[in-house]
Nanobody, 121 residues
Framework: QVQVVESGGGLVQAGGSLRLSCVVS????????MGWYRQAPGRQRELVAT???????NYEDSVKGRFTISRDNAKNTVSVQMNSLKPEDTAVYYC???????????????WGQGTQVTVSS
């Protein structure tokens, strides 16, 4: 079984910072790409940032320069440091991981349960 658990959400004023973390645990061969998505009320889930196992990153345009994604391959964790937060960043943030359960199986995507981020104006 694989578990993906996020932490670090909360309420912050505009201009403030939050750090979200996600840890993958259980039995698996390798964690591949990791990332963060978010979903605001009434909107579709959207990509925030991704990071490859080798450290290559990709950001949604609206968070570039404000958010920084990082990972620790030894600990199977991914984090996103969110600075200069805006009310429009308010959403449920989900950890997304691409995991190879066994070396001879195709990888599949696992999601966390989500953590709420609320930015007040």
């Amino acid at each position: 079984q694989v578990q993906v658990v996020e932490s670090g959400g909360g309420l912050v004023q505009a201009g403030g910072s939050l750090r979200l973390s996600c840890v993958v645990s259980g039995s698996f061969f390798r964690v591949n790409n990791m990332g963060w998505y978010r979903q605001a009320p009434g909107r579709q889930r959207e990509l925030v940032a991704t990071i490859s196992r080798g450290g290559s990153t990709n950001y949604e345009d609206s968070v570039k320069g404000r958010f920084t994604i990082s990972r620790d391959n030894a600990k199977n964790t991914v984090s996103v440091q969110m600075n200069s937060l805006k009310p429009e960043d308010t959403a449920v943030y989900y950890c997304n991981t691409d995991i190879t359960i066994r070396y001879d199986l195709e990888p599949r995507v696992y999601w966390g349960q989500g953590t709420q981020v609320t930015v007040s104006s």
